[in-house]
Structures are given as C-alpha cells and as structure tokens.
C-alpha cells in the first residue's frame, strides 16, 4: 500500500481546504506529498504539476512509491497550462505570492470559465494574492495562519463570489478572515509588525519626512486593529 507520509503542518491546512472536491491540480507539487495525501483522504484524483524536470521525478517516484499512479497524474509543464478540465481545487503552495499571481494570472481564463476553488499558501506577498482573488471574483471563504518551524505562513482558501463585494485595503493587506478571527497568530504578527515599524521609526533619517509619516500612520493602524482586538477577548 506504500509508506506512511507525514505531511507539514502547512500542507495539511492546504490539505483540509481541498476536502468537499474531486479533482486536484497541485501546481509546483515538487514532491507531490499534498496530491499524494489528498488522493488518500479528500479527493478521487489529482494531477501533480511542476515546472522543473527535478521535482518532476521525484513526484513520479513518490506516487508509484504510493502505488497511486491510476490516481494521480505527474506533468511537467507550466502553472496551469496542462490541467484536467473536470479540475474543481487548484492548489499553489510554498512559493511566493507574486509566482502565484503570476501563475493564476496565466491561467485566468480556465479559472474564470471552470471558477475551481483556490487553495493559496504564500511564503510572502499575501496581500498581492488577496488583491488578484478580490479583483477576479474570488471571495476569501478560510485563511489561517501555520506556523511551522519558526516561520508562520498564510493559507488561504478562495471560492468564486456569489453577489459582488470589494475587500477594504485593510482587509487586502491583512486579510478579510484573519481580521474578522483575531486568532493568537495574528494578534502576534500585528505586535511584532508594530515593534518592526517602531524600530524603524526610530531609526529613520529625520529629514525624510513623507517616510516617517507613512510609518507613523501604519502604526497607528495597526493599534486600531489590536484595539479592536482586544475589545473582543
Ligand atoms: C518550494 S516548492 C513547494 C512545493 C510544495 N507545493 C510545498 O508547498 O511544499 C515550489 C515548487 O514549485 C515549482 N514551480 C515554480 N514555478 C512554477 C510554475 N510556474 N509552474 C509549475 N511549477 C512551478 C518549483 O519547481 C518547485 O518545485
């Protein structure tokens, strides 16, 4: 039956958004551990995708491993370019934001006609990702933050909007979800974002001034949000 497979903690945040759907395409799979994992547990079939001939063979390798090649197909091709039309969850993980925009960007026109849900997981960039969802009707139905080994990364699960909405710029950079949530993982990102910001404040050369303002009214936003925060707990 193969092997046993731990998965991060950051691909099984990945991996619980792809429940309720059939078909995968895990794009920049490398390993292909999220396809081989969601076939096991969420969906019927996937298709692990990479750009690179290196993480290619290793996906080939880890699905035979697991016995699952009837069930999951490797590609190596480009973002979207060779995905299976009956795909219903694209997932794009562990790269940065703007790869991902870059890769939904290219493969805009099969998710405006096929609308998949989106499973996103940038190590940077969250809210360049957010914009591009918010401006191609996609809604931010989940985000979490995952921490994992010291660094904490957001996941983010997207579905087609079903009346027209607009995310505020504050929830474009600090997510509609998370916001809303106020989980400890983020209440803990605002701190040390403020801390970062007030570090740099200080640091700042005194003449430049329209700097120091923009920093002084980042910080004051981001109070207003832990202020919010804490009116909740
Ligand atoms: C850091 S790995 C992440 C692997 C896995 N998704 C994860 O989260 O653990 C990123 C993978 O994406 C692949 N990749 C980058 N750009 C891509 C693209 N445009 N199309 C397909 N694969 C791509 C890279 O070759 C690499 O194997």
């Known amino acids: 039956m193969g092997d046993v497979m731990k998965l991060s903690s950051r691909l099984q945040a990945a991996l619980y958004y792809c429940s309720g759907c059939e078909s995968l395409a895990d ?22 995708i990479d750009n690179k001939n290196g993480p290619y063979q290793k996906a080939v390798r880890n699905v035979r491993r697991h016995e699952l090649s009837n069930r999951i197909r490797c590609s190596l091709s480009e973002g979207i370019e060779d995905i299976d039309e009956d795909t219903d969850v694209i997932a ?12 939904l960007e290219k493969g805009a026109s099969f998710i405006a ?17 957010r914009q591009w969802l ?26 087609p909007k ?21 989980s400890e993982p983020f209440i803990r990102r605002l701190l040390r974002m403020v801390e970062v910001k007030k ?11 329209k700097e120091i303002i923009r920093l002084k009214e980042e910080i004051l936003d981001l109070e207003d949000i832990l202020d919010d925060c804490k009116t909740t707990v």
């Not at 940065?96 to 890769?103: D, L, Q, R």
């Not at 570090?199 to 001034?209: C, S």
Request: net charge neutral.
């Open 27 to 48: 794009v920049g799979s490398d390993h292909a551990y999220l396809a081989i994992a969601a076939v096991k547990s969420v969906v019927s079939k996937a298709v692990a």
């Open 92 to 103: 794009v993980c562990g790269m940065g934001g703007m790869m991902i925009v870059a890769i």
């Open 113 to 129: 006609r096929k609308k998949p849900s989106l499973v996103l997981q940038p190590n940077n960039a969250t809210s360049a990702v």
């Open 134 to 159: 918010d401006s191609h009707d996609y809604h931010v139905l989940s985000e979490t933050i995952v921490e994992e080994r010291g660094q904490d990364y957001d996941c983010l699960h997207a579905i």
């Open 162 to 182: 079903k009346q027209p909405s607009q995310l505020s710029p504050r929830e474009i950079l600090h997510g509609p979800v998370l916001l809303k949530e106020r």
């Open 199 to 209: 570090k740099a404040l200080m640091e700042i050369n005194k003449e430049r001034i």
